[in-house]
C-alpha cells in the first residue's frame, strides 16, 4: 500500500496541469500527508458522480429557478478526468470531466429543460478530458442555451471550459484566465545520494523512463517535456479562439497571457460577455424564458386568428 500512494503522488506531480500552481503546491502537501497516514482521519475519497451532479441539480433547479426550466450544473474544485483524488475538507474537492459530461448529456435530454447554467468556481485542473467536455459543450450550444458563470474563479481548465459556452459571465468579485499548461519534473537525486540511497532502473524501450525523478532532467527529456507542453497550450488557445470568437494571436498576446485577470480587466480583454452576480444572471436567463414564452403564445395567438379568418 505504502508503494501504490507513492506512485499515485509521483503520477500527480508529473501530469501535464492546466491549473494554478499555488493550489497544485497545496494538493500535493495534502497528498503527502494522506501518503504518510497523518490525514487518514480526516480526508475522504471524493468523487462527484453524475447522479449526485443531477441530485444537486434538480435541487437547485427546483428552489433558484422556480419552475423556469433553468437547470444549474455545477462545476467546482480540481477538475480530473474521473476524479479519483484526494479532498481536503478545507477544500471544495473535485470534479470529473466524464461524469460532469454525463450529467450534461442528461440535462440536453430533458425536455422540461430549456436552458443550463454552469456554475464554476475551479482553479482548473489536469488537461486530460477536459477538451473533450470542452468540444460536447460547443455541440450542446446547438440544442440548448449552455451559459457559464465564473463565480468566483474559473482559471486555467475551468476558463478552457467556461469559454466553450453559449456566454461566459463572471462575478463582480470573480477572477478568470490562467490561460496556460505547466509541467513538473522533481530531481531527488541529490537528496538521495545524501540518504545512501541508489536508485537502478530497469526498463525496455529507449524513452521509457525518459525523466524519472532520480536523475537530473537532461536536455532531450525536456525538449520532449516542453513539446508535450505546448501541444496541449496550443489545443488550449484554439478552444479559446473558438469559444470567444478571436484569432489565436489574439489569445496568446493578450487575454492575461497566463495570469488571472479581475472582473473588469477580463471583460476589457473580451475573456467574457459581461459582470454579474449569479442571481442578476439567473435572472436574465428567466426574462429570455418568460419572453420567448410570450412571443411563442404571441405566435400561436396570431395562428388562431388566421384560422379564424379562413
Not at 80 to 98: E, F, I, K, L
Not at 143 to 151: E, P
Not at 197 to 221: C, H, R, W
Request: net charge negative; hydrophobic share 40%.
Amino acid at each position: 500500500e505504502p508503494m501504490n500512494k507513492q506512485l499515485l503522488i509521483s503520477e500527480f506531480l508529473t501530469t501535464p496541469w492546466a491549473l494554478m500552481p499555488e493550489r497544485l503546491q497545496a494538493m500535493t502537501g495534502i497528498l503527502t500527508r494522506w501518503s504518510a497516514g497523518e490525514a487518514a482521519s480526516e480526508k475522504t475519497m471524493f468523487q462527484i458522480n453524475a447522479d449526485r451532479v443531477i441530485r444537486d441539480t434538480r435541487k437547485q433547479m427546483a428552489a433558484a429557478t422556480s419552475g423556469s426550466s433553468i437547470a444549474v450544473l455545477p462545476l467546482y474544485g480540481v477538475i480530473t478526468q474521473r476524479a479519483n483524488m484526494v479532498d481536503d475538507v478545507s477544500g471544495p474537492g473535485c470534479t470529473s470531466t466524464q461524469q460532469f459530461c454525463s450529467a450534461l448529456n442528461q440535462l440536453l435530454d430533458d425536455s422540461s429543460v430549456g436552458q443550463i447554467l454552469i456554475d464554476i468556481d475551479s482553479p482548473g485542473g489536469s488537461v486530460y478530458g477536459v477538451s473533450e467536455l470542452a468540444n460536447e459543450i460547443i455541440q450542446a450550444r446547438e440544442q440548448k442555451a449552455v451559459i457559464a458563470i465564473a463565480n468566483s474563479l474559473a482559471a486555467s481548465a475551468a476558463y478552457w471550459i467556461g469559454c466553450s459556452a453559449s456566454e461566459f459571465y463572471v462575478t463582480p468579485g470573480g477572477e478568470v484566465g490562467s490561460i496556460g499548461v505547466w509541467q513538473a519534473h522533481f530531481d531527488y537525486s541529490k537528496a538521495f545520494e545524501e540518504d545512501g540511497v541508489k536508485p537502478t532502473l530497469i526498463s525496455a524501450g529507449k524513452f521509457k523512463v525518459e525523466g524519472n525523478p532520480y536523475v537530473p532532467l537532461d536536455e532531450q527529456a525536456q525538449a520532449f517535456m516542453q513539446s508535450r507542453v505546448d501541444d496541449y497550450y496550443n489545443a488550449f488557445v484554439q478552444a479559446v479562439s473558438v469559444g470567444r470568437g478571436v484569432s489565436a494571436l489574439d489569445v496568446q498576446t493578450g487575454m492575461g497571457e497566463g495570469r488571472i485577470l479581475g472582473a473588469q480587466a477580463a471583460l476589457a480583454q473580451n475573456m467574457v460577455d459581461g459582470i454579474a452576480t449569479f442571481d442578476e444572471l439567473l435572472a436574465k436567463m428567466q426574462a429570455n424564458v418568460r419572453g420567448n414564452t410570450l412571443s411563442n403564445q404571441s405566435q400561436l395567438k396570431r395562428a388562431r386568428n388566421a384560422l379564424a379568418l379562413i
